[in-house]
């Protein structure tokens, strides 16, 4: 897992889909400060790439869910992921609103699971975790079991590390935090000297003001 998780920090960091700005932040949905942005959704524009995440997701699932009777992407970034993973191993496909529809059916699952079947949820990026498991929460209520998820990328976050684990929801990802940021060193994407910013701020994201 660890080439695996360097090599896609590479790639991401190839196509500017992962942006470290310590002295420039962003400003997150959220309203969170952050020195740190990832946007997968780029990966939908480079067919090999696309493919490399298709095919890995596809394998870790095999590897570790390998009961999983549907797939289910969280809208709406992991809609296009699941969808092709779903179909490559030729699986129902689901996907899950943040909010139920506001007119027709009101729907918060678009798509069709049926009562006991094994679900593994696929989300393109976890940082507090509580979007991902909002959607674990709707399709338990739908009377399925979910087995697991996969994501393109963590910020492995201590908040989320501990709600993942409350919720009983092994979560398995491409890369992650550490090796973005030891990919983005050794290619001097960033300097030594802007480590410590970034990791103040992981540690504490919610109250990281950049000035201090």
Known sequence: MKNLERLFAEKLLKIKA???QPSNPFTWASGWKSPF???????LSYPSLRSFVKTELTRIILEHFSTVDAIAGVATG???QGALV???LNLPFVYVRSTPKDHGLENLIEGELRPGMKVVVIEDLVST???SLKAVEAIRRNGCDVIGMVASYTYDFPEAEKAFKEAHVPLITLTNYEAVIEVALRTEYIAEEEIPTLDRWRKDPANWNPED
């Open 86 to 88: 779903a179909d490559e």
């Open 37 to 43: 942005y990832c946007d997968n959704r780029k990966t």
């Open 18 to 20: 992962i942006k470290l």
């Open 129 to 131: 975790g509580k979007s």
């Open 78 to 80: 992991a809609i296009p």
